[in-house]
């Protein structure tokens, strides 16, 4: 079977996890192609807390240090030490993403491409973006969608013409 000349691709990502769908030659629901995890991104952040509140606050627990406040409510650098991390470990997922697309690209996979990502990871997308794979972006939508079924992301992305009759 001869693959279409113009495929296009819907991406639906978060800073955890990357689905790469196909729209189908016969207007079907989307088809997954594809899929991406972040395996650091799965730490919760309670981990990070308690694996810092190990080794710099005398074994503490990690939600109460000091006079019972949460640690947010300290301005403790632990806190601040984890967001830096998991915003290292987002950065580095959306670097790994936009360099699949690049290589799907250059295998003549898809010719357009249609994201939807969280609003954060988003923005780290489009800055990781190659020039080549920005430029078939056709649509772009700041919401998290990763946990949509196929025939929901269908519905957004690629939903059926419709055909109007014209009595005479």
């Known amino acids: 079977m ?7 691709w819907v991406l639906v990502a978060d800073e955890a996890i990357a689905r790469f769908l196909e729209q189908p030659d016969d207007g079907g629901d989307l088809v997954p192609v594809e899929e991406m995890t ?11 807390h308690n694996d810092s509140a190990g080794r710099r606050a005398g074994g503490q627990p990690a939600s109460r240090l000091g006079g019972g ?14 967001r830096d991390e998991s915003h290292k470990e987002a950065e580095q997922f959306a670097r790994d ?16 491409l249609k994201i939807a990502a969280a609003p954060r990871f988003l923005g780290l997308l489009r ?30 992305f690629a939903p059926p013409e419709v055909k109007k009759e014209f009595k005479i």
């Open 69 to 82: 406040q949460p640690l947010a409510a300290q301005g403790n650098a632990t806190v601040s030490a984890g």
């Open 97 to 112: 993403v936009a360099a699949r697309l690049t290589e799907r690209w250059q295998q003549h996979r898809f010719h357009e």
């Open 38 to 48: 972040d395996p650091g991104a799965h730490a919760s952040i309670g981990e990070l």
């Open 127 to 156: 800055k990781a973006l190659s020039q080549q794979v920005a430029a078939t972006v056709t649509k772009e939508m700041d919401k998290e969608l990763t946990h949509d079924s196929a025939a929901e992301l269908t519905r957004r």
């Open 2 to 8: 001869a693959k279409k000349e113009q495929t296009t």
